[in-house]
């Protein structure tokens, strides 16, 4: 079955400095993996997706992660955080239909703060 | 092009009452599937529908839960005889027709359903 762990509820990081959002995935084949931001009380904004293409994912707003098969990992990351960058974000892992991608499954959540 | 539109975005009942949630899919989109987010805790699927049919809903409750996706207008997604643990939001995304590995899901600004 697949699953996503979000390895923290909560990070903090001051402007500017560099940001990383961890996320493990759990998934019986090559999987499509996606990090969706949550922006208070907004719907959900799709920040990037890996979809068994080029390891290393650039997204908007400067976020991109890295696949890691040997570590089953999809970490989350931006050089540079930004006020604008506080906001829920979602790690997700797709069950697909004969291939397609389909139902999501979502991780936990990390709430990310943005201190001045 | 519109987004996925849902409405209403606020909706207050009384336990015991009918709640009645629409979505609007992007046009040209005939895949539906509606989310459960209840508080402090991420997304959680319910139930995909393609027109005129459900695909999967194994996330749905068993009782009081129903969607549907008629061949003219909007997903409904209806919870009868509503009690206080059903207050939650309710977000509905769509996606494009066709297998497609990694086809985006447009998310909706949810639904946030508030049971007195």
């Known amino acids: 079955a697949q699953s996503v762990t979000q390895l923290d509820s909560h990070v903090s990081v001051s402007e500017g400095t560099p940001v990383l959002l961890r996320c493990n995935y759990s998934?019986?084949?090559?999987?499509?993996l996606f990090w969706y931001v949550q922006h208070p009380n907004k719907g959900l904004q799709l920040l990037l997706k890996y979809t068994s293409a080029a390891t290393l994912v650039k997204g908007i707003n400067g976020f991109e992660a890295e696949f890691k098969k040997s570590e089953t990992s999809f970490h989350l990351t931006k050089p540079s955080a930004h006020m604008s960058d506080a906001a829920e974000y979602f790690c997700v892992v797709s069950v697909g239909y004969g291939g397609a991608t389909n139902k999501l499954i979502f991780g936990t959540g990390t709430l990310l703060a943005v201190q001045p | 092009n519109a987004g996925v539109m849902q409405n209403p975005r606020h909706l207050v009942r009384r336990r015991g009452q009918e709640a009645r949630l629409r979505c609007s899919p992007m046009?040209?989109?005939?895949?539906v599937y509606w989310y459960r987010q209840l508080p402090e805790e991420g997304l959680k699927f319910m139930v995909y529908?393609?027109?005129?049919?459900?695909?999967?809903e194994s996330g749905m409750p068993k009782e009081r839960f129903s969607a549907e996706f008629p061949k003219e207008g909007p997903s409904i997604l209806r919870i009868q005889q509503v009690v206080r643990g059903d207050s939650a939001a309710y977000f509905c995304a769509s996606s494009l027709p066709g297998l497609a590995k990694g086809n985006e899901q447009f998310f909706g600004p949810g639904t946030r359903l508030t049971v007195l």
């Open positions: 046009k040209g989109h005939s895949h």
């Open positions: 998934s019986s084949y090559s999987p499509s």
């Open positions: 529908l393609q027109k005129e049919n459900i695909i999967d």
